[in-house]
């Protein structure tokens, strides 16, 4: 058999793993020590990475330091948690009140149970709200209350849609390419899930409207509600097409299928006004919305649900929504301090920034011809690579992505930009915080600009 010749991409992508390796011995060494107490060595499976992780041994501002000593501006974010950057003096100010005020109290209601409500009602035009420990945890009981309501057992997710890891959700997530046309099983993301709970999620195509009218007709009466993120991550940053949003709320209407928003990685970070623009909020809103990660400022673990007055009416009489941590004291004084700093002028700042970015980005891009695009939307930004001859002006669905993606550029650019001191991952290459700062973006861009002259001569 003959030998398989690397490609010049991958190539590059080996000098730059050998440089990482060489910047982080301690990391490797951390890295092997963990793993005699700790599963794979990582707190969550979302930190893998080829050959090891790197260890974080502090933060400031914008930046993060590793245990080798390598100073990295963050771009990443915590997937986009992190607003707020690092050791921000308005969060240091505020947790030391609520400590203050009030001490860790949990298993209890406090006054912030009403300030963090009150906050999320007139921002996201939902009346009622519940509050938890997690998206994940939201996001499980949305469906909950929706299975309730309607009496109905199946539920429809959007392929590579991801709302948290309980079994209802933790389906096709990346279940990888399909042949045009084929059917869209739904594929356990792990073993543990039986098919019985797997079989009761069905798998639509964002932008594909017909793909859930499939469902509706097979199963009528039978499906509870629809889950989706208004604007897909997770596979590129894909954007809702031809009044995709608009008509999902107004055929599930008529179906009596709950519509449930997940906004768990996008809400505060990124202003309400850029998202509800792709459906008539004043008439024909979501059901639910489940939020999660940023509404603390990583402060702390907190998820929530809002929802309408036809679902609050379940709780508690049918519905039991629980947890002794579910609205701590502390959770909730930093969600309504996060929320009162998180202005709309503030979000704009953080815009432009991410525009800035976009725009040098998308002309190297132009300049060098590379086979990429590039989204924003508010304060992330996202660029896709594709292979040679499989370029795409926009990706519409998971498909899109899976099958024309270059997975070795993705890699390598991570790689690449790590050993020139910034931190980003493939698929969310940048969410801006507030103690960012222009010299950052230009460290970005102009360090984009040498990957993609890396890449172009090669």
């Keep these: 058999?003959?030998?398989?010749?690397?490609?010049?991409?991958?190539?590059?992508?080996?000098?730059?793993?050998?440089?990482?390796?060489?910047?982080?011995?301690?990391?490797?060494?951390?890295?092997?020590?963990?793993?005699?107490?700790?599963?794979?060595?990582?707190?969550?499976?979302?930190?893998?990475?080829?050959?090891?992780?790197?260890?974080?041994?502090?933060?400031?501002?914008?930046?993060?330091?590793?245990?080798?000593?390598?100073?990295?501006?963050?771009?990443?974010?915590?997937?986009?948690?992190?607003?707020?950057?690092?050791?921000?003096?308005?969060?240091?100010?505020?947790?030391?009140?609520?400590?203050?005020?009030?001490?860790?109290?949990?298993?209890l209601p406090t006054p912030y149970l009403l300030d963090a409500s009150k906050i999320l009602v007139e921002r996201f035009s939902l009346p009622f709200w519940r509050f938890f420990n997690s998206g994940t945890e939201a996001t499980l009981d949305a469906i909950r209350l929706a299975r309730a309501r309607y009496t109905r057992k199946y539920v429809i997710k959007i392929e590579s849609g991801y709302h948290g890891h309980h079994d209802a959700v933790w389906v096709s997530v990346h279940a990888g390419a399909r042949e045009v046309g084929s059917e869209n099983p739904s594929v356990p993301f792990c073993s543990g899930i039986p098919?019985?709970?797997?079989?009761?999620?069905?798998?639509?195509?964002?932008?594909?409207?017909?793909?859930?009218?499939?469902?509706?007709?097979?199963?009528?009466?039978?499906?509870?509600?629809?889950?989706?993120?208004?604007?897909?991550?997770?596979?590129s940053m894909i954007k809702p097409k031809d009044g995709f949003l608009q008509q999902l709320i107004e055929l599930c209407r008529a179906e009596k299928v709950a519509v449930i928003f997940d906004l768990v990685k996008i809400n505060t970070a990124i202003h309400m006004k850029h998202i509800i623009k792709y459906w008539d909020n004043e008439n024909c809103g979501p059901d639910l919305y489940t939020l999660g990660k940023g509404l603390s400022g990583a402060m702390c673990p907190v998820g929530a649900i809002g929802m309408t007055a036809e679902f609050a009416a379940l709780i508690p009489s049918k519905v039991q929504l629980s947890g002794t941590y579910c609205g701590n004291s502390f959770a909730l004084g930093m969600v309504t301090a996060v929320q009162n700093y998180a202005t709309e002028s503030r979000q704009d700042t953080l815009e432009t920034m991410s525009k800035f970015m976009h725009d040098r980005v998308k002309a190297t891009i132009d300049k060098h011809k590379?086979?990429?695009?590039?989204?924003?939307?508010?304060?992330?930004?996202?660029?896709?690579?594709?292979?040679?001859?499989?370029?795409?002006?926009?990706?519409?669905?998971?498909?899109?992505y899976i099958r024309n993606v270059d997975l070795v550029l993705e890699r390598l650019f991570t790689v690449?930009?790590?050993?020139?001191?910034?931190?980003?991952?493939?698929?969310?290459?940048?969410?801006?915080?507030?103690?960012?700062t222009q010299s950052d973006a230009e460290a970005f861009v102009d360090n984009f600009e040498l990957f993609a002259a890396t890449i172009s001569e090669a």
Aim: glycine share 6%; with cysteine; hydrophobic share 40%.
């Design 1 to 107: 058999m003959a030998d398989i010749v690397p490609t010049k991409h991958e190539i590059i992508l080996q000098t730059e793993l050998a440089e990482y390796v060489r910047r982080t011995t301690k990391s490797a060494e951390l890295h092997a020590a963990t793993q005699a107490s700790v599963p794979g060595g990582i707190a969550s499976d979302y930190q893998v990475m080829d050959p090891y992780p790197f260890y974080v041994g502090n933060s400031n501002a914008s930046s993060i330091v590793d245990v080798d000593g390598n100073n990295l501006i963050d771009f990443h974010g915590g997937f986009g948690v992190t607003l707020f950057g690092y050791k921000h003096p308005y969060l240091i100010e505020a947790a030391n009140k609520v400590f203050a005020e009030q001490g860790s109290l949990i298993s």
């Design 195 to 235: 098919k019985e709970v797997s079989d009761l999620t069905l798998i639509a195509e964002f932008n594909n409207l017909d793909s859930v009218k499939k469902y509706l007709a097979k199963y009528p009466e039978q499906i509870a509600a629809v889950i989706v993120e208004p604007i897909l991550l997770n596979c």
């Design 370 to 400: 590379l086979p990429a695009i590039v989204e924003y939307v508010g304060n992330k930004g996202c660029i896709t690579f594709f292979k040679k001859g499989h370029e795409l002006p926009c990706v519409r669905h998971y498909q899109d």
């Design 416 to 436: 690449f930009m790590f050993n020139r001191g910034l931190w980003v991952q493939p698929r969310d290459e940048w969410s801006v915080s507030y103690q960012h």
